[in-house]
């Protein structure tokens, strides 16, 4: 099984500066990872897929990179909505798996 | 619009069954797979089954493989999870999730509202 590992846990970032968060897979993903926000009491939705594609009505603040094992989200200046729970998810190999989400919080 | 609507949730005691639904709309129910996502109260998420967009191919977690099994009916446009064998652990709001293939990789680009699962006696 693929184990996925987000870093920090917790980010306490003030608004308006940059979030940066980190996603290490324990063997190759190529670029089959895909990032998720989630609010609380609400279901997840997608951010980022293919490791830097943005979905669908994404701001442009959110952007992915990486490929391999070692992959980045950086929400460039945090704004209120923001504050949330990410999650990197690896598509390629099975079982899927998810990484434990970093918590992004007002500082 | 894509809609996921989930439903079948409950208080089940250990060793029980439940079956899950999931009413999907707005797409073409035999051109994505789907699947089924779960989060225990509190914790983070866990993928727990996919079926391919005809339901010809499934897949599980090993935590669940044996006890779980998704299907979908086409004519229906729904998707279930039948779960047996509930133990304590299985306690989570599980998500009907829409999986969306490209050619390089996937992605869960729709989710449902969840349904919750409890187990206790």
């Known amino acids: 099984e693929i184990v996925m590992t987000q870093s920090p846990a917790t980010l306490s970032v003030s608004p308006g500066e940059r979030a940066t968060l980190s996603c290490r897979a324990s063997?190759?993903?190529?670029?089959?990872l895909a990032w998720y926000q989630q609010k609380p009491g609400h279901s997840p939705c997608l951010l980022i897929y293919?490791?830097?594609t943005r979905a669908t009505d994404i701001p442009a603040r959110f952007s992915g990179s990486g490929s391999g094992t070692e992959f980045t989200l950086t929400i460039s200046s945090l704004q209120s909505e923001d504050f949330a729970v990410y999650y990197c998810?690896?598509?390629?190999?099975?079982?899927?798996?998810f990484g434990q989400g970093t918590k992004v919080e007002i500082k | 619009e894509v809609q996921l609507v989930e439903s079948g949730g409950g208080l089940v005691q250990p060793g029980g069954s439940l079956r899950l639904s999931c009413s999907a709309s707005?797409?073409?129910?035999?051109?994505?797979?789907m699947d089924w996502v779960r989060q225990a109260p509190g914790k983070g998420l866990e993928w727990v089954s996919t079926?391919?967009?005809?339901?010809?191919?499934?897949y599980y977690a090993d935590s669940v493989r044996g006890r779980f099994t998704i299907s979908k009916d086409i004519s229906k446009n729904t998707l279930y999870l039948q779960m047996d064998s509930l133990r304590a652990e299985d306690t989570a709001l599980y998500y009907c999730?829409?999986?969306?293939?490209?050619?390089?990789?996937?992605?869960?680009?729709?989710w449902g509202q969840g349904t919750l699962v409890t187990v206790s006696p």
């Open positions: 998810h690896q598509h390629k190999h099975w079982p899927r798996t």
């Open positions: 999730v829409k999986d969306t293939c490209g050619s390089t990789s996937c992605r869960f680009d729709y």
């Open positions: 293919d490791a830097s």
């Open positions: 063997q190759s993903v190529d670029t089959n």
């Open positions: 079926i391919s967009g005809t339901g010809g191919d499934t």
């Open positions: 707005g797409f073409t129910f035999t051109t994505y797979a």
